[in-house]
Antibody
Framework: QLQLQESGPGLVKPSETLSVTCTVSGDSISTSSYYWAWIRQPPGKGLEWIGSIYSSGSSYYNPSLKSRVTISVDTSKKQFSLRLSSVTAADTAVYYCAREVGGEWNYNWFDPWGQGTLLTVSS | SSELTQDPAVSVALGQTVRITCQGD??????ASWYQQKPGQAPVVVIY???IRPSGIPDRFSGSTSGNTASLTITGAQAEDEADYYCDSRDSSGSQVLFGGGTKLTVL
């Protein structure tokens, strides 16, 4: 059974770069047809898609975050990672990783999700 | 369009039927997926595509789309269905993923 597990520092200082890694177990990260995604949720608020990456490295990002986001993949380690630069308190959130599954051209969904990791931006 | 709109809160009596809606121009081209999130837990997909339930999701959950509105219907709501529900879809250009703001479902 596919499982995803996020790991991160927990606390990041303002203006620094936030880094989170997702480790995939139970299947190959190189399996075709899947993207691997990052999604965040500020405390008490809704979900926000950050971006997604294919095993080949092809990626696409939320335009509102694109200038600060880098998502990378390491298939040998079965991991993909998120880096978010110049963080502020507004970036405090639970960060989830998830597999993005494509159906026909006109739908996709996220399944499964990791349990999430809370990253707090504070000095 | 770059928005999906959901009602912030909906309530339903135990055993009754409730519809949770998601509005957006992109839904004329793309199907919505629906996620259930209980407190302190990660979201779980309950409906995707035209009306597809993942394995393990009760058949009281169903999905539909009409025009620019996608709906998640729970027929015979149970106490354990009390949760936040989110829709997602592509934007109209297909270049990004959008989430609705979420609907808090209360089962009375």
């Amino acid at each position: 059974q596919l499982q995803l597990q996020e790991s991160g520092p927990g606390l990041v200082k303002p203006s620094e770069t936030l880094s989170v890694t997702c480790t995939v177990s139970g299947d190959s990260i190189s399996t075709s047809s899947y993207y691997w995604a990052w999604i965040r949720q500020p405390p008490g608020k809704g979900l926000e898609w950050i971006g997604s990456i294919y095993s080949s490295g092809s990626s696409y990002y939320n335009p509102s975050l694109k200038s600060r986001v880098t998502i990378s993949v390491d298939t040998s380690k079965k991991q993909f990672s998120l880096r978010l630069s110049s963080v502020t308190a507004a970036d405090t959130a639970v960060y989830y990783c998830a597999r993005e599954v494509g159906g026909e051209w006109n739908y996709n969904w996220f399944d499964p999700w990791g349990q999430g990791t809370l990253l707090t931006v504070s000095s | 369009s770059s928005e999906l709109t959901q009602d912030p809160a909906v309530s339903v009596a135990l055993g009754q039927t409730v519809r949770i809606t998601c509005q957006g121009d992109s839904l004329r081209s793309y199907y919505a997926s629906w996620y259930q999130q209980k407190p302190g837990q990660a979201p779980v997909v309950v409906i995707y595509g035209k009306d597809i339930r993942p394995s393990g999701i009760p058949d009281r959950f169903s999905g539909s789309t009409s025009g620019n509105t996608a709906s998640l219907t729970i027929t015979g709501a149970q106490a354990e269905d009390e949760a936040d529900y989110y829709c997602d879809s592509r934007d109209s250009s297909g270049s990004q993923v959008l989430f609705g703001g979420g609907t808090k479902l209360t089962v009375l």
